[in-house]
């Protein structure tokens, strides 16, 4: 299958300002009676670092409005005046993330209520209810007071929304909008009785007024109700989202919004809020170790920014990262020399067209003071991190090129939150040792070896122009999955399926006929049982004259039409298929009945790579823990070589040369565009 006409290169993320946004977040707010010192600093500061943008405004709504309807913008005025004069972008945000302690004392409807049916003090950050009609009228109104403001202002670049969206509300408020989501989606009780299998423990509903969000003091146990209110949830947040856009896009429609994203955080469906924003954006925080356990993690990271930006299948924005050690982490490590600037790299790397930081200064109390920043509490320029962030800037300025470059795959991996849902609550399996996620890591790192881009997707995305399409641990099949499915093989695409899939519908009802259910034919085979293996117990798949172990899951599988490929190599299901081939219209489906170490994936799909001859980012072998990715604008293509080890490895780069790397090395390389 070839790739369908795509735009090569986007436009910048800021209409007219074509250069990688540098910057981070930025909080004159807390420094208002220093401003004469401080922030002229600051600017100097900014500008010896290289830095082009600064986020401001995020946690500002108690210095916006001190007391109700009682709005000082002057103070902002001056920051975004010095931005424009400075030649800088400002990512404004609203500041709705954390809401001021007059709204909570007087309005305390505003808090949320948690799983156990209690309401929340004043304090922390998301702590309001998304239902409340008074939260979302004062967050209207200011939202409204900052477009008009500053609709025109030179500065203004990004609306940044709120931030970090995260957690959920149980009070009545949204127990009402659960059950009109309900009313909406299954027209009927009988209908949500049967989707959610209620005639178990005797849970049915007889009234609408029954039906209230899962709680430990109360139903847990119906896994159609847990499935729903984790969409709800979602639903809620796009609802917010859209419901602070509406004065922002009335007023400046010019202007891109976004919202800073948590990468695979569990609790909001990415891909169904990403539908709302103009530009996906999200906060990166590995953990390095200056050791050999850095490759893991680069891999991981990797994986989050190749789905953040497939989440709107063009670059995204890098809008948090620490230029050194993170506080919140169980151990604040340092930052290795080079580190920071191979973070940096890693993220333009894989599609991101902006590297911001949390933080630009360190604040002097609370939680975050010991936050990495730009700049320290000592305050001067004179610091190894600041240095390492002015050379960052230094580089990205030779950068332009990158900018709008798109990232040209021909292989796409599943990850669907609808499906972890399930697999978190699931009662059976391995339970709480399912591992979705770090499964979907697993088959994701083979290609990250070999230097292959991969789009990161959910279950219900067009597969139109991809090649091979990986799908771990499909267990939910979400309405039109398997229909997509089965016409991207027909058509010619090869799909690879493991255990574990097909097992339950979008409501989590289990198929009936055997799994993987509706996928049966495309796969061409029957799983009857599967087999979960204790802790250090395993059995093997023998492919190909090798003996390869297999761990935690086995399926026990029936081809029906299915060529086998591999059989199981002990226990009472030994020479059993566990590795089929089907054959289906023009393409092939291939199915792993088992989990296994990552030697058999290598080897699985380096033969599939050949087979389908899927092109590398670079011709070349590439040593462990070195990665190679690509991005291209149709005439260049930006090649990143990223060394994620603490020593030099030489690579044979083919016709490039022989290149030393050295520890944490990021080396870029231009080369003119083959026809794709």
Not at 59 to 64: D, P, Q, R, S, V
Not at 110 to 127: D, F, I, K, T
Not at 507 to 522: A, H, I, R, S, W
Not at 530 to 535: E, H
Request: glycine share 8%.
């Amino acid at each position: 299958m070839s790739k369908p006409d795509k735009p090569l290169r986007f436009p910048p993320i800021v209409a007219g300002f074509p250069h990688v946004l540098h910057g981070g977040d930025y909080n004159p707010d807390q420094w208002i009676q220093w401003k004469d010192t401080i922030w002229k600093e600051d600017m100097r500061l900014a500008k010896l670092a290289g830095i082009n943008s600064l986020s401001v405004g995020i946690f500002a709504w108690a210095a916006l409005e001190p007391r109700e309807g009682e709005y000082h913008f002057e103070w902002l005025d001056e920051v975004m005046n010095m931005l424009a004069e400075n030649g800088m972008i400002a990512v404004l945000a609203t500041p709705s993330g954390a809401r001021p302690g007059w709204m909570s004392r007087k309005y305390p409807e505003v808090l949320r209520v948690n799983e156990y049916r209690r309401r929340n003090l004043h304090g922390g950050r998301h702590n309001h209810c998304l239902s409340s009609p008074l939260y979302r009228e004062k967050t209207q109104a200011i939202n409204t007071a900052l477009a008009e403001r500053y609709h025109n202002h030179p500065a203004l670049g990004v609306w940044h929304i709120s931030n970090e969206y995260s957690g959920e509300c149980h009070c009545p408020l949204c127990q009402e909008r659960f059950r009109d989501y309900l009313k909406e989606k299954y027209g009927s009780l009988e209908a949500l009785n049967e989707a959610w299998w209620t005639a178990f423990w005797s849970h049915s509903y007889s009234d609408w007024a029954e039906v209230e969000s899962p709680s430990p003091m109360g139903e847990t146990n119906t896994h159609g109700l847990n499935l729903d209110w984790k969409r709800f949830t979602t639903e809620q947040f796009v609802d917010f989202y859209l419901h602070e856009l509406g004065p922002l896009k009335r007023i400046t429609p010019h202007v891109p919004c976004t919202t800073n994203l948590m990468g695979t955080y569990p609790g909001i469906d990415y891909f169904r809020l990403a539908e709302a924003l103009d530009v996906a954006s999200w906060d990166s925080y590995p953990q390095w170790t200056g050791t050999e356990k850095d490759i893991e993690t680069a891999i991981q990271f990797s994986f989050k920014h190749d789905l953040t930006r497939s989440l709107k299948a063009k670059p995204f924005m890098l809008m948090e990262s620490s230029p050194s050690a993170t506080n919140w982490r169980p151990v604040a490590k340092l930052h290795r020399p080079n580190v920071h600037m191979l973070q940096s790299m890693q993220a333009l790397a894989h599609g991101a067209d902006t590297v911001q930081y949390f933080q630009f200064r360190k604040g002097r109390g609370a939680s975050e003071k010991f936050h990495g920043a730009v700049v320290d509490h000592q305050g001067t320029e004179n610091t190894r991190v600041f240095r390492d962030v002015a050379a960052v800037g230094r580089r990205l300025k030779g950068l332009d090129g990158i900018v709008g470059a798109s990232t040209p795959a021909k292989t796409a991996l599943i990850f669907d939150w609808h499906v972890r849902w399930a697999l978190d609550d699931i009662k059976g399996l391995l339970q709480s040792k399912n591992n979705y996620e770090q499964t979907v890591i697993e088959h994701y790192r083979v290609f990250w070896k070999q230097g292959i881009p991969v789009d990161v997707i959910d279950s219900v995305r067009s597969l139109e122009g991809y090649d091979l399409v990986i799908a771990p641990m499909l267990y939910l099949l979400r309405d039109g999955a398997a229909e997509s499915i089965g016409n991207f093989v027909k058509q010619g695409g090869t799909f690879v399926a493991t255990y574990v899939t097909g097992y339950v519908n979008q409501t989590d009802l289990c198929y009936q006929g055997g799994f993987p259910g509706p996928l049966k034919e495309v796969l061409g085979i029957w799983c009857e049982e599967i087999d979960a293996l204790y802790p250090g117990e395993s059995n093997s798949i023998e492919w190909q004259g090798k003996s390869y172990r297999a761990c935690d899951f086995c399926e026990l599988v029936h081809s029906r039409g299915a060529e086998v490929l591999g059989v199981y190599g002990s226990d009472f299901y030994a020479g059993r298929p566990a590795l089929t081939v089907n054959s289906y219209g023009k393409g092939k489906a291939y199915f792993i009945g088992a989990r296994t170490p990552v030697e058999f994936l290598d080897d699985f799909y380096r033969l599939l790579g050949k087979e389908k001859n899927i092109p590398r980012a670079l011709d070349a072998e590439l040593p462990e823990g070195i990665t190679a990715q690509l991005r291209t604008d149709g005439k260049t293509d930006y090649t990143f070589v990223l060394n994620f080890t603490p020593k030099t490895v030489r690579l044979d780069a083919g016709s490039r040369g022989i290149k030393d790397l050295a520890p944490y090395e990021a080396w870029i390389s231009e080369s003119p565009a083959p026809p794709r």
